[in-house]
């Protein structure tokens, strides 16, 4: 196989001087046409297009608390998730969330392959989106195909005409989409129709229109082959009980035409007919019977394709199919490959899961809507006051991560007779989501605050509510 | 470029950054193409994983190509452009002190009206606006706190600001005229011409009209030495004169402190207290608005100190 293949590496000679050739390392990209396929495999795939897509481009519309139910202000640094709000203080959870999806990711792989690049990533989806207006518009691909090497006339230029309007239509759409989920999406619509938009949200609605124009459009697989970092680390993910596209050499093997009703196996061949179909459909343009590669992204365009054939021929499907490397070895049963799952591997990757999973949900569900920032004057360490009790001064601010104005009341412990003296009013009234910064003042005894510094603890108690409190560590400088 | 005091450093950076360019032009185009014997392949790479992983010496896509091109066009437009060059210059007239001005000049311009609204209202009215003392609070906490403190009581050396004692007066117009000019108050050292008793009498002297415990026979040979000297700044009767910031000695209030050993310290080396002018770094609407938050302080009634 390996001789075949070195063969087939496109190369351009660009000067042969007898003895020798010079070869173009870089090649000219050609275009693929995928034959459009039906199937289950393919039903699914328009199942996961519609569902992630009617999320993606309803989600920014929804509202909540009347306000945008997912947004993330970069602008305010203020990022609502449904019910919640998260400040720039929380970034942590962003950590958290990075780790979820990494491990999720390590760990999806290790058993579903590339499920993930054939169905839903988004690069997946839109180029499907984007095959489809193709096709409505041009054919499929035998029309397609004549119609690029045909000459230029009205009908290609139509054609060609509506097809990238279509196409940079639906880019925009997606583009105004995407900002809408960082800007409200109400008041940019707004903006848009009476054409004030403000400089920078038109700079990047029409930046991701045109990475979706130009990545569905044009680019498509070169971005998988060339592009995704994904694609190229995912084969470090991979066992032998990886879920995988795969054609079935033993049973297809050899290859060839036959004719319908003739003991092909008396001929010598398998049941691979050599239709080439699964090459047709393949939307990276590789040949799945080569054996498994990296560009393939596990979409299954193959799978229908062939199993369609395989009905038409009367023979059992599953020349190509969903299997595992070990299973097609016939290390054990398919019908066993699930089990494999619970390999250590994969457990681990679970555990790991699983404990950042409760973590992050434990810290979320008591995670405290106010937020302090304790700093002591580093002017006067320590002053007397008119009685003789020492005096330690402080700023504390508070933040209310709360969409609900809220009045706090702040108090001292950890030395006997603590006493909180503020200048003006002495609860503290905040705004939602505004940051508020009040001097405060500790006197305590100077026969307990000795020299030196002692531990000490704000608590900052909303009055209104008082389930919403916190304790916050500092130090009290005596003598 | 000014930054550099002889032209070599210039012209090193130069001849590094051209080299590096056309190196990398070459290094393009001799990688874009190889020679192979007529017949051969494009070959399997040396390298081996996992026994028996290997990769062929595939064709890149071309649009690779085109990146690598343009990035070096893109070098050369930026470097003409921006100080990349050295001593070339830079047609943008690029400098981090430029664009340092230009933020700053786009700040003011933003900013600056907030400011400037309460530049034409008399301090004691701007005093009991709520956002003006927002506004007054955050440069006092950039600017002052770390001389008064973040209470504004000042510390050892540094006045507090809260109370109703000042040094040079605490009108509306003193108060800004302090913020605007600054002080420089000076206390003279006596340690050599007294002599240590005589600063030991004096002290006592003072701890006397200051209500504070102290020896009668000391206070009493003080006082005449105080009459002769002390007098000039502090006034007969001790209460100071605001016109040159001499404190007055007679209240509970001390800059430095009111023990005993603190007030020789003071006679013997004297004091020099510095408060900077902040007319010219701030400008007039932020001092307008500081001295305002500073009056705020001790004649707001909610926020005077209790």
Redesign the interface.
């Known amino acids: 196989m390996?001789k075949q293949?070195?063969?087939d590496?496109?190369?351009?000679v660009?000067k042969?001087d007898?003895?020798?050739?010079?070869?173009?390392?870089?090649?000219?990209?050609r275009k693929i046409y995928p034959r459009w396929v039906t199937g289950l495999w393919n039903n699914w795939r328009i199942f996961f297009v519609v569902a992630t897509q009617l999320f993606f481009y309803a989600v920014p519309w929804l509202q909540i608390n009347g306000r945008q139910a997912l947004l993330f202000d970069l602008s305010t640094r203020k990022f609502y998730i449904f019910n919640l709000l998260f400040l720039p203080q929380d970034f942590i959870y962003l950590t958290a969330l990075l780790l979820l999806c990494a491990f999720g990711l390590f760990a999806w792989t290790t058993i579903g392959g590339r499920l993930w690049c054939g169905y839903a990533c988004p690069q997946t989806i839109y180029t499907e989106m984007f095959l489809w207006i193709e096709k409505w518009v041009e054919g499929d691909r035998p029309s397609r195909i004549k119609l690029d090497n045909g000459p230029l006339n009205t009908r290609k230029l139509r054609l060609k005409t509506v097809k990238h309007t279509a196409w940079i239509v639906l880019s925009l759409w997606t583009g105004f989409t995407f900002v809408g989920y960082f800007t409200p999406i109400r008041a940019l619509w707004h903006d848009m129709l009476i054409l004030a938009l403000g400089g920078w949200e038109l700079f990047w609605i029409l930046f991701y229109g045109f990475a979706t124009y130009g990545n569905a459009g044009w680019m498509r697989e070169?971005v998988c082959k060339?592009m995704c970092p994904y694609a190229r680390f995912q084969g470090a993910m991979f066992d032998a009980d990886t879920l995988i596209v795969s054609y079935d050499e033993k049973r297809g093997e050899a290859r060839g035409s036959r004719k319908k009703g003739a003991d092909y196996k008396a001929e010598g061949l398998g049941d691979c007919i050599d239709c080439t179909l699964c090459v047709q459909v393949c939307p990276v343009g590789i040949d799945i019977r080569d054996g498994l590669q990296y560009e393939c992204i596990g979409c299954a365009a193959c799978i229908d394709a062939c199993d369609s054939v395989m009905d038409k021929m009367d023979y059992p499907r599953g020349l190509i199919r969903y299997t595992s490397e070990n299973a097609l070895k016939g290390d054990y049963p398919e019908r066993q490959m699930l089990k494999r799952i619970g390999r250590p591997r994969v457990l681990m990757y679970g555990i790991v899961l699983a404990i950042i999973m409760v973590t992050t949900i434990t810290s979320l569900v008591l995670r405290q809507p106010v937020k302090v920032n304790i700093?002591r004057?580093r002017?006067?360490l320590v002053?007397e006051a008119?009685d003789g009790w020492l005096e330690n001064?402080?700023?504390v601010q508070i933040e209310n991560a709360d969409e609900a104005r809220h009045v706090y009341r702040i108090t001292a412990e950890g030395l006997p007779g603590l006493r909180v003296i503020m200048?003006?009013?002495s609860e503290v009234d905040v705004a939602p989501t505004e940051i508020q910064?009040v001097?405060i003042?500790l006197q305590a005894d100077p026969q307990i605050a000795t020299k030196g510094s002692h531990d000490i603890h704000f608590v900052i108690t909303a009055i209104d509510k008082p389930e919403i409190s916190t304790r916050e560590k500092a130090t009290f400088i005596g003598q | 470029m000014t930054d550099f005091y002889s032209g070599f450093w210039g012209i090193f950076i130069a001849v590094i950054v051209i080299v590096s360019l056309i190196w990398l032009a070459v290094l393009l185009k001799s990688q874009a193409v190889i020679k192979l014997k007529k017949g051969e392949k494009a070959a399997v790479l040396d390298h081996k994983w996992d026994g028996d992983l290997q990769e062929y010496n595939n064709p890149l896509p071309g649009w690779w190509l085109w990146l690598f091109i343009l990035t070096i066009v893109f070098a050369v437009g930026y470097l003409a452009l921006y100080p990349g060059l050295v001593i070339f210059g830079n047609a943008k007239g690029w400098t981090s002190t430029g664009q340092f001005k230009q933020e700053v000049a786009k700040a003011d311009a933003k900013y600056g009206p907030i400011y400037d609204k309460y530049l034409n209202m008399p301090i004691t009215k701007v005093s009991q606006d709520k956002e003006a003392r927002e506004m007054g609070q955050r440069l006092f906490y950039t600017y002052c706190i770390q001389c008064h403190g973040a209470d504004a009581r000042g510390a050892k050396g540094f006045p507090n600001l809260t109370d109703s004692d000042w040094l040079y007066g605490g009108t509306p117009e003193k108060i800004l005229e302090t913020v605007e000019k600054g002080r420089h108050g000076q206390m003279p050292a006596f340690g050599a011409a007294f002599g240590e008793e005589k600063v030991r009498d004096v002290a006592n002297y003072v701890m006397q009209i200051a209500g504070k415990p102290h020896n009668e026979l000391r206070a009493s040979r003080g006082q005449s030495t105080y009459q002769q000297v002390c007098v000039a700044c502090h006034a007969a009767d001790g209460k100071g004169n605001k016109d040159i910031g001499a404190p007055n000695l007679t209240d509970k209030t001390w800059l430095y402190g009111g023990s005993e050993a603190t007030i020789i310290e003071t006679v013997t080396n004297g004091r020099n207290n510095v408060m900077p002018p902040w007319k010219d770094f701030l400008g007039d609407s932020k001092v307008h608005l500081l001295a305002a938050y500073v009056y705020g302080l001790s004649n707001n009634p909610e926020t005077a100190s209790k």
């Open positions: 390996s293949k070195l063969q590496i496109p190369v351009t660009v042969d007898g003895e020798y050739e010079q070869i173009h390392l870089y090649t000219s990209h070169q060339y700093a004057d002017v006067a002053r008119d001064n402080y700023r200048d003006g009013p910064d001097g003042r």
